[in-house]
């Protein structure tokens, strides 16, 4: 209920910047094609009210309640849900402190370091979950952080 | 050819993952504004422009601000002056870094101290005029510059920034910031030398404006907690000086600021407290003596002029924000305790004084909305009380702040009435009838009204601004060396126009246009009264690019000489080798036709923003 409420608040509050939720939106979508090129619908749970926002719009993204049941996992600032049995599903994080943190389980992610947007995969956890990216996407691939 | 570039901005078409980045990093520093648009007309220099700008100190930055100009005054301190007067009063500006009010207490401005502060550490700067900063507590003013510091939610990582210029000035900045998991830290460091174009003044003495300055600066926060703390100091050669013949042969300004600030946010109440410690020493030499005030009589110190200022500033506020359907509102209340103390030596005078102001406020800043927040009605009032721990008598005042803030299609309408007063520098009271200034503790504040009309109409890609501003203030002080500081009786009117023009090709590519042109009652040119500036902002790959030019005309002085016209044309552009290294280039002023600031002691006029090309490099790691 908490995260419905934080969401309509939040979508008062973001309409003045729509372009940032609309390209937070496409960044999203190429990574989630990128990640599961051959799904047609993909089951998201976010722990950020302001990426749910982004999320809500694309087609093929369905926004589930419990971490259990998504197939793609964004958590923010919280790494206490990460139990092994999530780890073996496809962790982002928005955060570069939790990636670092959790480089284990967390396979990469799009966050804020050095006061600029980034995006991250790491190389081995890539390779756990047997995804090849796309050629330009290659640029984003680390092997250490 | 010579503004080629200037009217080439480049359009991005691909929307590949990397240029994604740039254009949410471009949007999102759009939306980390914090602006009230009730509290008079916002002007934003976003990150984004910052670093297109590579801008690296404050002046390059209020140099932009439309109908003002940010001149330098005769003894190596910049000061605003509003199209077509001369300087303004020190005390219609207060600075704010966050919530901390950087306002000494002896000149009630942030301007003798900050004027040239460093900005590698800004995230970004709001800028309000024809404000009367209730919405914002504290002392009175209007026009306030809030300084807005980089979060280290966004910035955690470290940075380095070195700067070298042509005439010879070199700076370092230095960040690191980070977060935990209750709280997050920022740390910065800072060191310049800055030099300048030394023009002749006479055979012997050539125009020495240099200055030295160092800035540490840290901010803690732990869940609703947080803390800041800052250190600035600065030095500055003297200029031109206040001598009798504006030949100075030695003198300058040393002065530092300490600061903490505690604030505590629990749901919609914030809690503060800060603590302020300034000193400022500024001491003059001339080749025909210093005036200075010897018991009533104008004497001329011909070996030692010499101040020093020392503040102390407790303060203490708390405001809490309502939320009622669509009813807002802020109310607060504020306690300040500020001291300045002065010693002077004047050749064989000596002088050893002080005084204490306490000052108690309460305000409110009440909002409602109207049909879906289509209309907003602004209210705001504000009571201040002073009390000095001498004679002075105590003081009473308020402020009246009230508007209209219509949006209809793509259109917003604002129109606002301000009655509020401008606080008086305590230098000016006290001591009574030493030296080095005779002063007048029965000084009434500068009063004003003040009636500001503006239209926004947004498209898709553009936004056009027109407004419109008409002042009349009273109680202007003034100074004669028989007479000391006094009231002027007469009313002083001002009109101002002002256009902003912004178009967006992208988010990464735009342009910024601004016309202004201002008459006050007097029929006055004491400086250009009118004035265009042009940006154009754009990025492509690894390059950024940005190009100005700032238009001021010309005038001719009350007492005789003509000022030309200026065109300072300047251009900066970065290369990024890496998303971590990037290396800029700046030319300012390349045709070295810039505004002149003239004086009305001297026939000379002096370059404000000198010629110069300035090398960037920026490393984060």
């Given at each position: 209920?908490?995260?419905?409420?934080?969401?309509?608040?939040?979508?008062?509050?973001?309409?003045?910047?729509?372009?940032?939720?609309?390209?937070?939106?496409?960044?999203?979508?190429?990574?989630?094609?990128?990640?599961?090129?051959?799904?047609?619908?993909?089951?998201?749970?976010?722990?950020?009210?302001?990426?749910?926002?982004?999320?809500?719009?694309?087609?093929?993204?369905?926004?589930?309640?419990?971490?259990?049941?998504?197939?793609?996992?964004?958590?923010?600032?919280?790494?206490?849900?990460?139990?092994?049995?999530?780890?073996?599903?496809?962790?982002?994080?928005?955060?570069?402190?939790?990636?670092?943190?959790?480089?284990?389980?967390?396979?990469?992610?799009?966050?804020?370091?050095?006061?600029?947007?980034?995006?991250?995969?790491?190389?081995?956890?890539?390779?756990?979950?047997?995804?090849?990216?796309?050629?330009?996407?290659?640029?984003?691939?680390?092997?250490?952080? | 050819?010579?503004?080629?570039?200037?009217?080439?901005?480049?359009?991005?078409?691909?929307?590949?993952?990397?240029?994604?980045?740039?254009?949410?990093?471009?949007?999102?520093?759009?939306?980390?504004?914090?602006?009230?648009?009730?509290?008079?007309?916002?002007?934003?220099?976003?990150?984004?422009?910052?670093?297109?700008?590579?801008?690296?100190?404050?002046?390059?930055?209020?140099?932009?601000?439309?109908?003002?100009?940010?001149?330098?005054?005769?003894?190596?301190?910049?000061?605003?002056?509003?199209?077509?007067?001369?300087?303004?009063?020190?005390?219609?500006?207060?600075?704010?870094?966050?919530?901390?009010?950087?306002?000494?207490?002896?000149?009630?401005?942030?301007?003798?101290?900050?004027?040239?502060?460093?900005?590698?550490?800004?995230?970004?700067?709001?800028?309000y005029k024809a404000s009367a900063s209730i919405e914002f507590g504290n002392e009175p003013a209007s026009l306030i510059i809030r300084?807005?510091?980089?979060?280290?939610?966004?910035?955690?990582?470290?940075?380095?920034?070195?700067?070298?210029?042509?005439?010879?000035?070199?700076?370092?900045?230095?960040?690191?910031?980070?977060?935990?998991?209750?709280?997050?830290?920022?740390?910065?460091?800072?060191?310049?030398?800055?030099?300048?174009?030394?023009?002749?003044?006479?055979?012997?003495?050539?125009?020495?404006?240099?200055?030295?300055?160092?800035?540490?600066?840290?901010?803690?926060?732990?869940?609703?907690?947080?803390?800041?703390?800052?250190?600035?100091?600065?030095?500055?050669?003297?200029?031109?000086?206040?001598?009798?013949?504006?030949?100075?042969?030695?003198?300058?300004?040393?002065?530092?600021?300490?600061?903490?600030?505690?604030?505590?946010?629990?749901?919609?109440?914030?809690?503060?407290?800060?603590?302020?410690?300034?000193?400022?020493?500024?001491?003059?030499?001339?080749?025909?003596?210093?005036?200075?005030?010897?018991?009533?009589?104008?004497?001329?110190?011909?070996?030692?002029?010499?101040?020093?200022?020392?503040?102390?500033?407790?303060?203490?506020?708390?405001?809490?924000?309502?939320?009622?359907?669509?009813?807002?509102?802020?109310?607060?209340?504020?306690?300040?305790?500020?001291?300045?103390?002065?010693?002077?030596?004047?050749?064989?005078?000596?002088?050893?004084?002080?005084?204490?102001?306490?000052?108690?406020?309460?305000?409110?800043?009440?909002?409602?909305?109207?049909?879906?927040?289509?209309?907003?009605?602004?209210?705001?009032?504000?009571?201040?009380?002073?009390?000095?721990?001498?004679?002075?008598?105590?003081?009473?005042?308020?402020?009246?702040?009230?508007?209209?803030?219509?949006?209809?299609?793509?259109?917003?309408?604002?129109?606002?009435?301000?009655?509020?007063?401008?606080?008086?520098?305590?230098?000016?009271?006290?001591?009574?009838?030493?030296?080095?200034?005779?002063?007048?503790?029965?000084?009434?504040?500068?009063?004003?009204?003040?009636?500001?009309?503006?239209?926004?109409?947004?498209?898709?890609?553009?936004?056009?601004?027109?407004?419109?501003?008409?002042?009349?203030?009273?109680?202007?002080?003034?100074?004669?060396?028989?007479?000391?500081?006094?009231?002027?009786?007469?009313?002083?009117?001002?009109?101002?126009?002002?256009n902003e023009w912004r178009y967006y090709f992208d988010p990464l590519n735009f342009i910024i246009l601004n016309i202004y042109g201002?008459?006050?009652?007097?029929?006055?040119?004491?400086?250009?009264?009118?004035?265009?500036?042009?940006?154009?902002?754009?990025?492509?790959?690894?390059?950024?690019?940005?190009?100005?030019?700032?238009?001021?005309?010309?005038?001719?002085?009350?007492?005789?000489?003509?000022?030309?016209?200026?065109?300072?044309?300047?251009?900066?552009?970065?290369?990024?080798?890496?998303?971590?290294?990037?290396?800029?280039?700046?030319?300012?002023?390349?045709?070295?036709?810039?505004?002149?600031?003239?004086?009305?002691?001297?026939?000379?006029?002096?370059?404000?923003?000198?010629?110069?090309?300035?090398?960037?490099?920026?490393?984060?790691?």
């Open positions: 209920m908490i995260r419905i409420i934080s969401l309509l608040f939040l979508t008062a509050l973001f309409v003045y910047s729509e372009g940032m939720i609309q390209i937070q939106k496409e960044i999203y979508t190429q990574i989630l094609s990128a990640l599961l090129p051959k799904r047609r619908s993909i089951k998201i749970w976010a722990q950020n009210p302001r990426t749910l926002l982004a999320l809500q719009n694309i087609p093929f993204v369905h926004i589930v309640s419990k971490p259990q049941k998504a197939d793609v996992l964004i958590i923010y600032k919280d790494n206490r849900i990460l139990s092994p049995q999530i780890c073996n599903k496809i962790v982002l994080s928005e955060s570069y402190r939790l990636i670092k943190q959790k480089k284990e389980c967390i396979l990469g992610g799009f966050f804020w370091h050095k006061g600029r947007p980034n995006i991250i995969f790491l190389e081995q956890n890539l390779y756990k979950h047997h995804i090849r990216l796309p050629k330009e996407m290659e640029q984003f691939i680390e092997d250490e952080l | 050819m010579r503004y080629f570039a200037l009217f080439l901005p480049f359009v991005l078409l691909s929307a590949d993952l990397s240029t994604l980045l740039q254009k949410y990093k471009a949007s999102s520093d759009l939306s980390a504004l914090t602006k009230k648009e009730s509290a008079g007309i916002v002007q934003v220099f976003t990150r984004q422009e910052l670093e297109a700008m590579q801008a690296y100190t404050l002046k390059d930055v209020l140099k932009l601000i439309p109908l003002l100009h940010y001149t330098i005054a005769p003894n190596n301190l910049y000061l605003f002056s509003l199209a077509s007067m001369s300087y303004l009063p020190t005390n219609i500006l207060r600075i704010y870094i966050d919530d901390h009010d950087i306002t000494s207490a002896t000149f009630t401005s942030a301007l003798p101290i900050w004027s040239d502060m460093p900005i590698e550490f800004v995230d970004h700067i709001e800028i300084i807005y510091t980089k979060t280290p939610e966004r910035d955690s990582g470290n940075k380095l920034r070195a700067i070298l210029d042509s005439k010879g000035s070199k700076g370092i900045d230095f960040y690191q910031a980070d977060t935990t998991d209750k709280g997050s830290y920022f740390l910065y460091a800072h060191g310049d030398l800055l030099r300048y174009k030394k023009e002749r003044r006479t055979v012997r003495y050539r125009i020495d404006r240099d200055s030295d300055d160092t800035l540490f600066f840290g901010k803690f926060t732990h869940q609703s907690q947080s803390i800041e703390a800052a250190h600035y100091h600065t030095h500055r050669h003297p200029f031109l000086g206040y001598g009798k013949a504006l030949i100075p042969t030695g003198g300058g300004l040393g002065a530092a600021h300490d600061y903490v600030h505690y604030q505590y946010k629990k749901k919609d109440t914030t809690t503060e407290f800060s603590i302020d410690s300034l000193t400022y020493d500024r001491s003059y030499k001339d080749v025909q003596g210093v005036y200075y005030n010897d018991h009533g009589h104008a004497k001329l110190a011909q070996q030692e002029w010499f101040t020093h200022y020392r503040d102390t500033i407790f303060y203490a506020g708390i405001h809490h924000d309502f939320i009622w359907r669509d009813f807002e509102a802020t109310v607060g209340a504020l306690f300040k305790n500020k001291k300045s103390a002065q010693k002077g030596k004047f050749d064989s005078l000596r002088s050893d004084a002080s005084l204490t102001k306490q000052m108690y406020s309460l305000y409110s800043d009440l909002r409602q909305y109207f049909s879906n927040h289509q209309t907003m009605f602004f209210l705001s009032l504000k009571g201040d009380l002073y009390r000095f721990n001498t004679t002075i008598p105590q003081r009473k005042k308020l402020i009246i702040r009230t508007g209209l803030i219509y949006n209809f299609a793509h259109t917003r309408v604002k129109a606002s009435f301000t009655k509020s007063y401008l606080p008086i520098e305590m230098y000016r009271l006290y001591p009574n009838s030493t030296a080095p200034y005779i002063t007048n503790p029965y000084l009434k504040p500068l009063s004003y009204k003040l009636l500001h009309l503006e239209s926004i109409y947004n498209a898709k890609n553009w936004k056009f601004c027109i407004r419109y501003s008409y002042k009349q203030a009273k109680n202007f002080v003034h100074y004669s060396p028989s007479q000391g500081f006094y009231n002027r009786k007469d009313l002083i009117y001002l009109q101002v126009l002002e201002a008459r006050n009652s007097r029929h006055l040119h004491y400086s250009p009264d009118f004035g265009i500036n042009l940006q154009t902002f754009n990025q492509w790959e690894r390059w950024t690019l940005y190009n100005e030019l700032i238009y001021k005309n010309g005038y001719e002085k009350k007492r005789g000489g003509k000022i030309a016209h200026s065109l300072a044309y300047s251009i900066a552009l970065k290369y990024n080798f890496t998303p971590d290294l990037a290396l800029g280039l700046k030319a300012q002023n390349i045709t070295d036709s810039g505004f002149r600031q003239a004086f009305s002691q001297i026939e000379q006029s002096v370059e404000v923003y000198d010629r110069r090309i300035m090398a960037n490099v920026e490393y984060t790691f």
